[in-house]
């Protein structure tokens, strides 16, 4: 019996459908609760089992939906800071005087191996206009602020990354919400920071900030801040990243959950060969330091109990140092639960243990039954406990037992009669003490191999929805990396421990970092292998409901019998490989559409044709630590499960429009690129993404069409014309807005007219030449800037629907009042992606429509 699990799958239940339900459904289930809880007391009282047990996980289920309901209509109410923040800053260049106190120590963040921002994290404490300002505002939350050296190559001034946590700040700073982008597909980057407490962000100016003695973080961050700073320090001289930048910065997301110093390579190699979670402290990491810590207080002769109570609070101080995030905490929770169940002799019933993990977490916080975290971690328990764990009772276990007082001839007899026979010709063999040893490495290798292969079957749609990959080589990639994983961080808390005894630290640090680039060079060459860096679109909703199905299938058969469970192992391996092969149709629009992305403060539009082609115009911003065509543009296209693009356009090669574009050229591998006739002959950004397109592999021996003002051409029954740049134009050194092509595309006796980022003089040029601009939708020009839209240019276009894409309060102020009251006048209906998230239109039988997407649950 697993009660607290078939509860807290019943409270899932209840959360999902309140949440995807209308607003009166949250009385309901109040009162479904109530009435489910006392007939389940009225049927135990009458000792009617089976009616007390339904009506109790139908109580469950309305729980679950009434919290989801509150959470809900809670949402996300803006605190004291964001109100103060708010009211002091009346415009995009406004800046408040902020002060606090450091949460952690700074983080360098690190790009191509060099250091090329501060990140620090500030408790806020006081809010005001101006510094010496007399209207002060008290306040509470964080703040996530980032530095950026004056020039490159050069040094922050006054030390600012040598900060410590505790140390109070005194800053003038814009700040503003955390980016959020509302596209379908998309993850929620916004509910992120949240969940780790983080309200505004901002930028800071070189001479900006301050220390400021007004307060301390308090005794406990100070010196959670300096146990922090010591173990940095102690691994830092174990393992210089002066001499192994790559194997610190390893060793440091290992034991210290520190990630910033992890280059591109690494993140990248331990993503293809689906080990990622090995460079953060979660749930594996957890367990690694429970078995070993469990085993030393057994060893000092503690009773069982009193060694797991030793072991969680050894791992809660753990996980206070390092400042563990939720999944850390996740893992405690669990591992308490299970060390509850072992004294109470119920280890064996393990889904018990993550039931009511999963019960306590989403009575607590029911939303996050949508993040992916959340998901992750109860779903790998749920595996490793309901599948990965009977499988190996049934097979390896017995067999270990067996391996066990191999000299004690009477033990023989606690076992069946083949076991029986196998221990004596273990005796009798010519290797009686190697033999058994190999066998118990089998075993463990075995043990391995099974635990990932049940995850990576389980996991296949969760790693195909939230990551897009499918690497046929995952499960040899866990059998050879978690058990080095396994053993590497133990030896490396036993080194920094060894670090303080002499003669020890020069000899730990070196078989530290010996084994770190050994761990680095296999993942590195396993995720070289073919097909491992295998990308996966996102398959349909019926099949997610289909692999959900067989998924219960074969955690109920798990414990049934052999033959059924091998026949659910079968399904759920047809499932997987359909997953990764996703041999699904791609999900498009119907008749003619163009979906202007939210990707910030720039331009990203997927336009689908009636006949299935599928072109993408620009892929948005990128900056060193964020890029918008693996955030945003790929995640969107895999959403709809596409493999590839038929073709890729760039309008100009301005950075906010060019910026993602080489990621999706990699994942994407398109037919053609679109460029002007006339580029920028400087600029460095457009030479690297020609090399890109051209290099066969890269991008996949493309084809480029050169395109200019009169081009025009068919993709199946839609028309597409080419109306700026004008053919005579010669593009300068480097990029300009007069650079953009704009592009009209036509079916059925309606248009769109993509404007890219044209100005007002190519606006001019186009009405001089009495061009056919009338059209439906404008996707308007330079992200509504007054240089662009003049009245003359939309009393031509006569747009229905106009939608502008710009970031929410950007610097620039865009888009212009002037630009909003033109389009007014000229009778468009005005979308903005700052407002409105991602805005799909489309066009079909002449008429119109637009589409706006969801807010995601947080």
């Known amino acids: 019996m697993q009660p607290l699990f078939y509860a807290a799958l019943a409270f899932a239940a209840g959360v999902g459908a309140a949440a995807a339900g209308p607003a009166w459904l949250g009385w309901f289930t109040g009162l479904g609760a109530a009435a489910a809880c006392a007939a389940a007391a009225a049927a135990a009282l009458r000792r009617r089992v089976g009616a007390a047990a339904v009506m109790a996980l139908l109580s469950c289920a309305a729980l679950g939906g009434w919290r989801a309901r509150q959470a809900l209509r809670a949402g996300t109410p803006a605190s004291a800071l964001e109100r103060a923040a708010k009211r002091f800053e009346p415009s995009p260049h406004s800046r408040v005087f902020l002060t606090g106190y450091l949460r952690d120590t700074p983080e360098v963040l690190y790009e191509a191996g060099r250091p090329s921002a501060v990140r620090l994290d500030v408790a806020a404490v006081s809010l005001a206009p101006s510094e010496g300002s007399a209207e002060v505002a008290p306040v509470r939350g964080g703040v996530r602020l980032y530095a950026y050296p004056p020039a490159e190559g050069a040094a922050w001034p006054g030390g600012l990354p040598?900060?410590?946590?505790?140390?109070?700040?005194?800053?003038?700073?814009?700040?503003?919400?955390?980016?959020?982008?509302?596209?379908?597909?998309?993850?929620?980057?916004?509910?992120?920071?949240?969940?780790?407490?983080?309200?505004?962000?901002?930028?800071?100016?070189?001479?900006?900030?301050?220390?400021?003695?007004?307060?301390?973080?308090?005794?406990?961050?100070?010196?959670?801040?300096?146990?922090w700073r010591g173990l940095s320090r102690r691994l830092d001289r174990l393992v210089p990243p002066a001499r192994a930048p790559r194997a610190n910065a390893l060793l440091r997301g290992m034991l210290l959950g520190d990630v910033a110093r992890l280059d591109a390579a690494t993140r990248t190699n331990f993503?293809?060969?689906?080990?990622?979670?090995?460079?953060?402290?979660?749930?594996?990491?957890?367990?690694?330091?429970?078995?070993?810590?469990?085993?030393?207080?057994?060893?000092?002769?503690?009773?069982?109990?009193?060694?797991?109570?030793?072991?969680?609070?050894?791992?809660?101080?753990y996980a206070w140092v390092i400042a563990g995030r939720t999944p850390t905490l996740r893992?405690?929770?669990?591992?308490?639960?299970?060390?509850?169940?072992?004294?109470?002799?119920?280890?064996?019933?393990?889904?018990?243990?993550?039931?009511?993990?999963?019960?306590?977490?989403?009575?607590?916080?029911?939303?996050?039954?949508?993040?992916?975290?959340?998901?992750?971690?109860?779903?790998?328990?749920?595996l490793l406990a309901g599948v990965a764990l009977p499988l190996l009772l049934c097979t390896s276990h017995p067999l270990r037992r067996a391996l066990r007082q191999l000299g004690d001839r009477g033990y023989d007899e606690a076992f069946p009669p083949r076991l029986a026979q196998w221990r004596s010709e273990l005796r009798s063999s010519r290797w009686p003490r190697l033999a058994p040893r190999l066998l118990r490495a089998l075993l463990a290798a075995y043990d391995v191999a099974a635990i990932s292969l049940v995850l990576q079957l389980g996991f296949a749609?969760?790693?195909?929805?939230?990551?897009?990959r499918a690497s046929p080589w995952a499960v040899a990639a866990n059998v050879l990396l978690v058990p080095a994983a396994g053993v590497l961080i133990p030896l490396a808390w036993l080194a920094l421990g060894a670090a303080a005894a002499p003669g020890l630290g020069a000899a730990a640090g070196a078989g530290l970092t010996g084994g770190a680039r050994a761990l680095l060079g296999v993942a590195g060459a396993l995720a070289r292998w073919p097909l491992a860096d295998w990308r996966a679109p996102s398959p349909p909703g019926w099949f997610l409901w289909v692999f959900a199905a067989v998924a219960a299938a074969w955690l109920a058969t798990a414990r049934r019998g052999r033959r059924a469970f091998a026949a659910a192992t079968g399904c759920m391996a047809a499932c997987a490989a359909l997953t990764a092969l996703a041999p699904f149709p791609p999900r498009l629009p119907r008749g003619l559409a163009a979906t202007i992305l939210d990707v910030g403060q720039g331009d990203a539009i997927f336009v689908s044709f009636p006949d299935g082609r599928t072109l993408l115009v620009d892929g948005g911003p990128r900056s060193p630590h964020w890029d918008s065509g693996e955030a945003i543009v790929a995640p969107f296209l895999w959403s709809l499960g596409l493999h590839r693009l038929d073709a890729v356009l760039l309008t100009h090669a301005h950075a906010d429009h060019l910026g993602g574009l080489p990621t999706v050229m990699r994942d994407f591998h398109p037919g053609e690129v679109w460029l002007t006739r006339s580029l920028p002959a400087d600029d460095a950004a457009l030479r690297a993404f020609l090399r890109l397109v051209r290099r066969p592999g890269g991008g996949g021996r493309v084809k480029i069409r050169r395109l200019a003002a009169g081009d025009a051409f068919l993709a199946g029954a839609s028309r597409l014309t080419v109306l700026l740049p004008p053919p005579q134009y010669l593009a300068g050194p480097r990029a300009s807005n007069d650079d953009s092509l704009m592009l009209r595309v036509s079916w059925d006796g309606a248009a769109m007219l993509l404007a890219g980022d044209a100005q007002a003089a190519g606006e001019r040029w186009l009405l001089r030449q009495h061009v056919a601009l009338a059209s439906a939708l404008l996707k308007v020009g330079h992200h509504g800037s007054n240089s662009s839209s003049s009245a003359a240019f939309l009393a031509a276009v006569h747009p229905q629907v106009a939608v502008i894409s710009a970031g929410r309060a950007n610097l620039y102020g865009l888009p212009s009042a002037a630009v909003l009251a033109r389009l007014r006048a000229a009778g468009a209906r005005v979308y903005r992606t700052d407002r409105d998230g991602a805005i799909q239109c489309r066009l079909q039988g002449g008429w119109l429509r637009v589409y706006l997407f969801p807010k995601p649950f947080a």
């Open 162 to 227: 040598w900060l410590q946590a505790g140390q109070g700040l005194a800053v003038a700073v814009h700040l503003r919400l955390p980016p959020s982008y509302r596209d379908p597909g998309v993850a929620d980057f916004a509910a992120a920071e949240r969940r780790q407490g983080i309200a505004l962000t901002g930028t800071l100016r070189p001479g900006g900030w301050q220390r400021w003695a007004g307060v301390a973080g308090g005794g406990a961050v100070r010196l959670r801040a300096a146990l």
């Open 271 to 317: 993503q293809i060969d689906g080990v990622y979670h090995l460079l953060v402290v979660a749930g594996l990491h957890i367990g690694i330091l429970a078995a070993l810590l469990f085993w030393v207080c057994r060893r000092l002769r503690l009773p069982p109990l009193a060694a797991s109570g030793a072991t969680l609070l050894a791992l809660a101080a």
């Open 331 to 382: 893992a405690l929770l669990m591992l308490a639960l299970y060390f509850g169940a072992r004294a109470w002799h119920r280890e064996r019933q393990a889904l018990n243990a993550v039931g009511g993990a999963g019960l306590i977490l989403l009575a607590w916080r029911p939303l996050d039954l949508f993040a992916p975290g959340f998901e992750l971690s109860l779903g790998a328990a749920t």
């Open 461 to 468: 749609a969760f790693n195909a929805v939230y990551f897009h």
